[in-house]
């Protein structure tokens, strides 16, 4: 066995430990806001294998979370479950047969999200930058007018509720270290290399005999694949899901995560998703009465963070480790 899986054993296995003494000794407020953090870097990390490390700028997150977290809820929540919360029409006979625990329900929540991703890349790919922006700017918003419209398959507007709740910090935490292993593995491989060339110069890359359709397709496929379970954690975290929740909004938080942490560096997406959840968070006690002012400033903290931001960007242009990873850095000053 090589070094380097035993050294990612060794990490995982310390991650699970302090997973496991977070759950017992911290309060549910920090235990919910690590398992929100846990959730978007999953997001982060794979949005960014398609996004910075292939360089397409692709702009569909949104869409394939909301895959994600309608299957597995639709998925964990039996019939009657089914048949009390579908209002504005009758469920379909497909909807009410399937049925899965939690664990085999975020897998085929991936392999859908996977599986439209393959069809959607015949269509995606065709285009080149701006455009292919366009291109899947249009897919959310098909997806999220399809959850609105197609009642009888997610409820439309009125959504779904009494999911189960199991996507607990444990759980959170072991697709995080699979995500994040699955990505840098196929990142230090030959298809990561072949990513990266496709970033650099499409065209040389396609010169040089990279089969670029092909790299694209499994570079989309594999970020749709982990957005998808990124998705079907988060409906079990909230135990409940509505059309809202998958806007552009939501695109625009990762792709601020994904560059401000560095386009290509898996590493600083980790980083990213820390500063922009975790930041949002430790400041909230800004919009509250504090030792500033005795009076609430609700809003406040998003100035601030702005702000911060705006820094950060000013004295980092590529954000903030580029599109290295820390333990190059690390290794670069020593």
Avoid: C
């Avoid at 909807?95 to 899965?100: D, E, F, T, V």
């Avoid at 759980?171 to 270290?177: D, E, N, Q, T």
């Avoid at 359709?213 to 989309?220: L, N, P, Q, R, S």
């Avoid at 702000?307 to 580029?322: E, S, T």
């Amino acid at each position: 066995m090589s070094k380097y899986f035993i050294r990612l054993a060794l990490i995982s296995a310390a991650v699970m430990i302090l997973l496991y003494i977070s759950m017992q000794y911290l309060d549910s407020y920090t235990v919910m806001i690590l398992e929100n953090l846990g959730i978007f870097i999953i997001l982060a990390v794979s949005y960014n294998l398609i996004n910075g490390v292939t360089g397409q700028f692709s702009l569909e997150p949104n869409g394939f979370v909301a895959i994600g977290a309608y299957v597995t809820a639709l998925l964990l929540l039996d019939k009657n479950a089914k048949l009390d919360q579908f209002m504005l029409s009758d469920p379909s006979d497909f909807i009410l047969a399937i049925h899965s625990s939690f664990v085999p329900a975020l897998l085929i929540s991936g392999i859908v999200a996977s599986l439209v991703a393959f069809m959607l890349a015949f269509a995606v790919f065709r285009v080149r930058g701006d455009y292919l922006a366009i291109v899947t700017l249009g897919f959310g918003f098909i997806i999220r007018i399809f959850a609105v419209n197609q009642s009888e398959y997610t409820n439309g507007s009125m959504g779904l509720s009494g999911i189960s709740n199991e996507a607990n910090l444990m759980w959170i935490g072991v697709f995080v270290l699979i995500s994040i292993t699955v990505v840098l593995n196929i990142v230090y491989s030959k298809f990561g290399r072949a990513m990266k060339a496709i970033r650099d110069d499409e065209d040389a890359a396609e010169a040089i005999g990279v089969d670029v359709f092909k790299i694209k397709t499994y570079a989309f496929m594999t970020s749709a694949f982990f957005e998808g379970v990124g998705g079907g954690l988060m409906a079990s975290l909230l135990t409940t899901i509505s059309p809202e929740q998958f806007s552009f909004m939501l695109t625009f938080e990762l792709l601020i995560i994904i560059v401000l942490g560095g386009l290509g560096s898996i590493s600083g997406s980790i980083l990213g998703t820390i500063i922009v959840i975790a930041g949002m968070e430790w400041l909230r006690f800004l919009d509250e009465p504090n030792f500033f002012s005795d009076t609430a400033h609700p809003g406040l903290r998003m100035v601030v963070f702005s702000v911060i931001l705006i820094l950060i960007m000013l004295f980092a242009r590529k954000g903030i480790l580029g599109n290295k990873e820390l333990w190059d850095i690390v290794k670069v000053k020593k």
